[in-house]
């Protein structure tokens, strides 16, 4: 499994909320982009046509050590402290 990054803009963007970013692990950038809308949509309480994924913010691999975004890591082996990175 690779890790992706993927950041999906909900409704929450109406609003002029910033995107969400996810980490995952999956096989190749399809499927990572399938799990985080998956996640996405069932944790925010949203509909999978709401969902926009931003691909300019989407890539194989973890955010940069000094991103200037927050993220939320959904790996399996995410580090113990709160698992994510937060977010805004």
């Known amino acids: 499994m690779k890790t992706f990054t993927v950041t999906i803009a909900g409704t929450e963007r109406f ?5 969400y970013t996810w980490v995952v692990e999956a096989a190749d950038v399809t499927s990572a982009m399938n799990k985080a809308l998956a996640h996405h949509a069932l ?10 994924v931003d691909p300019l913010h989407t890539f194989e691999g973890s955010p940069p050590e000094n991103c200037a975004y927050h993220w939320n890591d959904l790996r399996p082996t995410a580090p113990e402290a709160d698992g994510a990175h937060g977010r805004d």
């Open 15 to 19: 609003d002029g909320e910033a995107p």
């Open 43 to 52: 944790s925010q309480d949203q509909q999978l046509c709401d969902l926009e």
